[in-house]
């Protein structure tokens, strides 16, 4: 990967000089607001898998998976709506780490390439920016396992 | 004429025949709403893409110039346009529908008066009758060019800034009575070294602050030869970060003439972050709120100092800093 030039000194000067003069992110804020944006929707989740469970008759094992699609179902809809990017502005990762963040990231590259066809538009843009989830969570996802079948080959914990 | 360094006086005085600007809804929400020949409130403009659209925010910014002159594409001998999308694909497919012989521009949101620097030169030597100058920038079309999908759910930075749907044209001829073109400075590419892409205030304040002081030394004048000098798209970061350098460099200017056009566009609004930019920001700002106010009197002297942020979505991936870029136009009312 290329690594940043190293900075002379006048530009450290500007640097410096840039950095006490620009508005901060607000850190503690966007925390805050990620945490109970993002438990809300976890929360929501869990009323979804309630009803799921106890007027569908899914089983506890079964009904993460509606629930998931009614989740991804309300998350497409408001980004083609135009509204989930403003309430993303404000809840920062509390958005974009539920499986919501994920369909958003989907179905707003997808609508983004329409105008460039199906197969070079859509179908080739669609996971340009939930592709490298998919591929450092699989990736994740196969060392754990790597991890686990080594603990439990030495007789587990 | 050469002056000084890297500068052209115009002793034949180019003048302004006509300018055009247009702006989408955003921008017809803002404070200079007034200032715009015409709002879109549809930012496809029936069009089926958002490049499409700019192409066709740039189009009718160019036609509305010519009708406001009365001039025919025939009657301009050439057109200089720039833009933002990827081998500036809204100028050289408007120049496609207006037949004017062209040349295109890059210099990023410094197109504007890279435009207009040349077109008259062109007109000072000799070498055309009338020139059409003109930029767009496409929210949406940016959006997606350099960034995410525009409907991605990324969180900003308060230094992020909102690229203006918009356009504005420029007709230069050699004779009328609107305000003349005095000067020009050409810029230099600095970097400072900043390189993140929310923070193109930052990045390019060097640049304009160099043109500004390069500008009073080629003609010999200071700050108080203008009633108004304003930076193209620095926002209210940029803004704040090029008085501090001003000062750093004995260069003072008060603060009833300095302004930016990227806070002027849409005034307070929490949703653009630190202001607008894009090459329609200083284009519609200039050919629409400056000029009217020029010839209602209230400025008789303002420099224009466009400023450009010359990076691309892939070099900044790879790390690399952003060179940016600032011409100077100087207007007056002859």
């Known amino acids: 990967m290329p690594k940043r030039k190293k900075l002379t000194t006048a530009q450290q000067d500007y640097a410096n000089t840039a950095k006490a003069l620009e508005p901060k992110r607000p850190v503690v804020k966007n925390v805050l607001m990620a945490f109970v944006v993002g438990g809300l929707i976890c929360t929501l989740g869990q009323i979804l898998q309630f009803i799921f469970i106890n007027y569908f008759g ?5 009904a993460g998976n509606p629930t998931a699609a009614v989740l991804i179902i309300i998350s497409a809809l408001l980004t083609g709506l135009g ?14 780490v539920p499986i919501t963040g994920f369909a958003n990231s989907i179905a707003s590259a997808a609508i983004e390439h329409r105008s460039e066809g199906y197969v ?15 591929v450092f969570g699989v990736f994740s996802a196969f060392v754990v396992a790597i991890i686990k079948i080594l603990i439990n080959g030495v007789g587990g914990l | 004429m050469l002056r000084g360094r890297q500068s052209w006086q115009f002793d034949t005085k180019p003048v302004i025949v006509s300018t055009a600007a247009v702006g989408g809804s955003f921008e017809g929400k803002g404070p200079l709403a007034a200032d715009f020949d015409v709002i879109y409130d549809d930012i496809w403009l029936g069009q089926d893409s958002f490049e499409k659209a700019e192409q066709k925010l740039l189009e009718n910014a160019c036609h509305i110039a010519m009708d406001k002159a009365g001039l025919k594409p025939e009657d301009i001998t050439f057109f200089l346009s720039g833009d933002l999308m990827n081998q500036i694909i809204s100028s050289s497919f408007t120049a496609r529908s207006l037949g004017i012989p062209y040349l295109g521009l890059f210099g990023a949101c410094s197109s504007s008066m890279e435009g207009l620097a040349l077109a ?12 059409l100058a003109a930029t767009s920038s496409h929210n949406a079309a940016s959006e997606k060019q350099y960034r995410y999908p525009t409907e991605y759910g990324a969180q900003k930075p308060p230094t992020a800034q909102w690229t203006v749907t918009g356009a504005g044209a420029v007709i230069i001829g050699r004779e009328g009575t609107g305000p ?3 000067g020009t400075t050409i810029g230099k590419v600095v970097d ?13 304040a060097p640049a304009a602050v160099d043109t500004i002081e390069i500008h009073f030394n080629d003609f010999g004048i200071d700050a108080d030869y203008y009633d108004l000098i304003a930076t193209g798209d620095l926002g209210l970061t940029g803004y704040t970060i ?3 350098l001003m000062k750093k460099r004995g260069i003072s200017i008060a603060d009833n003439v300095y302004t930016d056009c990227g806070i002027l566009i849409y005034g307070q609004n929490p949703l653009v972050f630190s202001g607008a930019s894009g090459c329609g920001c200083s284009a519609a700002v200039t ?30 991936q790879q790390k690399e800093t952003i060179p940016c870029i600032a011409h100077a136009v100087s207007f007056e009312i002859s």
């Open chain 1, 58 to 62: 899914f089983e506890e094992s079964q």
């Open chain 1, 83 to 96: 509204i989930y990017d403003h309430i993303a502005q404000r809840a920062g990762a509390g958005t974009a």
């Open chain 1, 120 to 134: 070079l538009g859509v179908g080739a843009n669609m996971f340009k920016v939930a592709g490298s989830v998919i």
């Open chain 2, 120 to 131: 008259c030169k062109l007109l000072d030597n000799g070498g055309a009758n009338y020139v």
């Open chain 2, 180 to 182: 003349v073109i005095t």
């Open chain 2, 192 to 204: 400072m070294g900043i390189s993140d892409p929310f923070n193109m205030g930052a990045a390019m």
């Open chain 2, 242 to 244: 090029a008085k501090e």
């Open chain 2, 287 to 316: 050919y629409g709120h400056f000029l009217n106010r020029m010839k209602k009197g209230e400025i008789k002297k303002m420099l224009i100092v466009a400023t450009g942020a010359l990076l691309s979505p892939m070099s900044y």
